[in-house]
T-cell receptor, first 111, second 113 residues
Framework: NAGVTQTPKFRVLKTGQSMTLLCAQDMNHEYMYWYRQDPGMGLRLIHYSVGEGTTAKGEVPDGYNVSRLKKQNFLLGLESAAPSQTSVYFC??????????FGPGTRLLVL | GQQVMQIPQYQHVQEGEDFTTYCNSSTTLSNIQWYKQRPGGHPVFLIQLVKSGEVKKQKRLTFQFGEAKKNSSLHITATQTTDVGTYFCAGPGSGGSNYKLTFGKGTLLTVNP
């Protein structure tokens, strides 16, 4: 099992460009999450999903959109990237009350 | 909303010294989880504590959950260079949202060989 995978691993964008980050899990988990990690800020929840076809806002959702069309995939979109969105993005998945399994992360630089 | 605070933010030790990080929640927790993130890596689950006053050990690591279920600690005995990384505690939300975790900001441990 691959666990949780993320693509791409690294990306450089110019301000105003758009992109989609892909997260895939093969553990049949219902719950999936997108976090961003910035120095000194820990992990902050952007959006999450409690099942296929559902999404909900987390702590810092502005500037991001998500979709969960398939149970195993959770997409994070940036419609118009801003330098403040430079960060490391982690996807995670879990069962209802279980531990969270994280992907390797995507490092995004917005110039 | 729920807040989870960790101290210290950074800790530098000599190899062989002990290390402790503390976690405090603004609300009572149903459980607390600990994660480790190596430099350049992703968070990896270490352990979950559920019972009031619970103590669990993993080799040189000792985890405690407070009696009031609002605080927790992680103690490492005789640190090694392999212990380097950031240690996060995380508590679930209350009621029906206990699948969502609130993470502390973490304690970065560096070890001088």
């Amino acid at each position: 099992n691959a666990g949780v995978t993320q693509t791409p691993k690294f990306r450089v964008l110019k301000t105003g460009q758009s992109m989609t980050l892909l997260c895939a899990q093969d553990m049949n988990h219902e719950y999936m999450y997108w976090y961003r990690q910035d120095p000194g800020m820990g992990l902050r929840l952007i959006h999450y999903s409690v099942g296929e076809g559902t999404t909900a806002k987390g702590e810092v959702p502005d500037g991001y959109n998500v979709s969960r069309l398939k149970k195993q995939n959770f997409l994070l979109g940036l419609e118009s990237a801003a330098p403040s969105q430079t960060s490391v993005y982690f996807c995670a998945s879990s069962t209802r009350v279980g531990t969270q399994y994280f992907g390797p992360g995507t490092r995004l630089l917005v110039l | 909303g729920q807040q989870v605070m960790q101290i210290p933010q950074y800790q530098h030790v000599q190899e062989g010294e002990d290390f402790t990080t503390y976690c405090n929640s603004s609300t009572t927790l149903s459980n607390i989880q600990w994660y480790k993130q190596r430099p350049g890596g992703h968070p990896v689950f270490l352990i979950q504590l559920v019972k009031s006053g619970e103590v669990k050990k993993q080799k040189r690591l000792t985890f405690q959950f407070g009696e009031a279920k609002k605080n927790s600690s992680l103690h490492i005995t005789a640190t090694q260079t392999t212990d380097v990384g950031t240690y996060f505690c995380a508590g679930p939300g209350s009621g029906g949202s206990n699948y969502k975790l609130t993470f502390g900001k973490g304690t970065l441990l560096t070890v001088n060989p």
